[in-house]
Structure formats: C-alpha cells, structure tokens
C-alpha cells in the first residue's frame, strides 16, 4: 500500500478555501485553488450541500488589460456559522442511520476489531459457469 495522500477535490478545495472567510473570483480561484470553472463548483456546493454563497459582480482587468465583468462569490459568516451546525447534526444522524441500516440488514459490528458478523443466513453463491 502506498503512503501517498491524495490531495482534496476542487470541490473540497474550494469550500475549505469559501469556509475560511476568504472571497473569490474566477481568475483568482484558478490561480489560488486550480479551479478552471469556479461557477459551476458554486453551483455543485449549493445544490449538493444546501449551502448559500453570496456573489457579486466586479470589473477586473482581463485579456491585455481590458475590463471584464466577473462575479466574486464569498460566504457570510452566518452562512458558516450554519453550515458547521449543520455538518455536526449530519455526522449525527450518518451514525445513527448507518449503525440502524447496518442492524436491519443483519450485520452486527464486532467493536474489538470493526468487522461485521452475519446475523442472518446468507444465499450460497451461484457456481454456474
């Protein structure tokens, strides 16, 4: 096994980087956190988190100095503020649900060492070849 770790997604990037109080625009999250379409993360952190990031749009100097229109998105800090409650009943409820869910399928955990023991007979394998 290799001891490499895998560096976080854009996605994580991009919200560790929005949780930390900091604002962005899109030249600056390309340059910042490698992220080429930092609308469409916006986007994908607000649907799939539940999340409110604020925005507005700024003139920065573009292509050979020219102004172009860009939108600079942040989170409030009472969106953080939320968002972290949020995260803390989520872990919650992931524990619960999961040791539930794992209960009704017939699997109890062996705490000594986080294996499953099988509670409920299983289907022999089908060998036809």
């Not at 379409?37 to 100095?65: M, N």
Request: proline share 5%; net charge positive.
């Amino acid at each position: 096994m290799s001891d490499t770790i895998l560096p976080p997604t854009k996605t994580a990037r991009v919200l560790a980087a929005l949780m930390s109080g900091r604002s962005f625009n899109r030249f600056e999250a390309e340059r910042e956190l490698h992220d080429h379409c930092l609308h469409s993360t916006v986007a994908t952190l607000g649907r799939k988190y539940g999340i409110t990031i604020s925005r507005q749009f700024e003139t920065v100097p573009g292509y050979q100095g020219m102004p172009t229109s860009v939108c600079r998105y942040w989170i409030t800090l009472e969106e953080r503020k939320r968002f972290e409650k949020q995260k803390v009943n989520i872990r919650k409820q992931k524990t619960q649900t999961t040791s539930d869910q794992t209960n009704e399928m017939g699997f109890q955990l062996n705490k000594a060492d986080d294996t499953a023991i099988t509670k409920k007979p299983q289907p022999e394998p089908n060998n036809e070849g």
